[in-house]
Structures are given as structure tokens and as C-alpha cells.
């Protein structure tokens, strides 16, 4: 959702006559994105870093359903986004 917003914003303003998103506004925008471990690139495409293992610590869930819930959730989020698969937890 960042990516397609920053996108439009820089279009927008490019169509009535600016020069796109300001270069410190961009470079603020990067800094803020760095600190979560993403990076904006030039295009303003918003990359994010891949997780190459996931880990739950299955100590901490007692019941089956919640094994099935963590499950699931690292199914469904781990490969397209991973801090959805591990940052919930």
C-alpha cells in the first residue's frame, strides 16, 4: 500500500507541472523505511529483506489450536510477507 501511494503522490505531482516527490521528502521517506528493513528505490518501489528461515517457538503455545493458528499464519504470509509470518508473535 506505501508503494502504490508514494507512487501516486510522485505522479500526481509530476501531471500538474512539479518535479515528482521532493528529494528530501524521498530521502526522509527512506531513512523511516530503512529502520523497519526496507528500502525504496529510486522508482519508489518498496523492497523488503527475505526471510530465509522462519522460527515459532513452540514452548510458548500450549493449546493445539494455537500451534494450528501459528501454522497457518507462516503458511499463508511466510513467503510474500514475512514480517506478517513472524512479527505477530
Known amino acids: 500500500m506505501f508503494e502504490s501511494m508514494l507512487r501516486r503522490l510522485d505522479r500526481e505531482s509530476r ?3 512539479g518535479d515528482g516527490l521532493p528529494a528530501d521528502t524521498v530521502a526522509e521517506l527512506r531513512e ?3 529502520r523497519d528493513g526496507c528500502r525504496l528505490d529510486d522508482e519508489l518501489r518498496l523492497h523488503t529483506a527475505r526471510v530465509t528461515r522462519l522460527t515459532v517457538h513452540v514452548e510458548a503455545l500450549t493449546a493445539v489450536s494455537g500451534i494450528h493458528a501459528e501454522l497457518e ?3 499463508r504470509f511466510g513467503a510474500e510477507y514475512p514480517d506478517d509470518a513472524i512479527g505477530a508473535g
Request: glycine content about 12%; cysteine-free; hydrophobic content about 45%.
Open 32 to 34: 523511516a523505511f530503512a
Open 73 to 75: 499464519r507462516v503458511r
Open 15 to 17: 501531471k500538474y507541472g
